[in-house]
């Protein structure tokens, strides 16, 4: 019975122990939470600062710019009669290139256009030729067909006389 006692007393012990044991990582892990919490809740504010920082930065940057933009805008204007008559000059030089270079596409064009009549040219010759052969061909055929009709009313008239 003393040896059942002691049992079952290790073991609520041990369950005890279990017991607090559990308890205890279950503390751990809502302070870890907790931890981690806060961490975040300070990483959040550092980061609105720093949006407020980068805000504010924005703004002043904005003045800046529109400041600078402003200056441009008057060294512009001052530039801008020199560099108007720059400009002018430079769309003549451009004008009399585009100029030159039609002159230039015109007279490949007529070249081309030459080019392609001699080759038209070459061309009705070499068919005019062909049509003269032809009908030379023609008049030797029919002077072979003619002066074998002589030679057969010949014959015809030597057989009509024998």
């Known amino acids: 019975m003393v040896t059942l006692g002691k049992r079952l007393e290790r073991k609520r012990k041990k369950e005890k122990t279990r017991e607090s044991d559990r308890v205890r990582e279950i503390k751990r892990k809502r302070e870890r939470k907790k931890t981690r919490e806060r961490e975040r809740e300070k990483e959040r504010a550092s980061e609105r600062g720093r949006e407020k920082e980068s805000e504010t930065e924005r703004q002043s940057a904005k003045v800046r710019d529109h400041e600078r933009e402003r200056e441009r805008e008057r060294a512009g204007k001052r530039a801008r009669g020199r560099e108007s008559e720059r400009e002018r000059e430079r769309e003549r030089a451009r004008e009399s290139k585009r100029e030159q270079e039609r002159a230039r596409e015109r007279e490949r064009a007529r070249a081309r256009a030459r080019e392609s009549k001699s080759k038209s040219e070459k061309e009705r010759e070499k068919e005019s030729e062909i049509k003269s052969e032809r009908e030379r061909e023609r008049k030797r055929e029919s002077e072979k067909k ?3 009709e002589r030679t057969r009313g010949k ?8």
């Open 146 to 148: 003619s002066e074998r």
């Open 155 to 162: 014959e015809r008239k030597r057989e009509t006389m024998r």
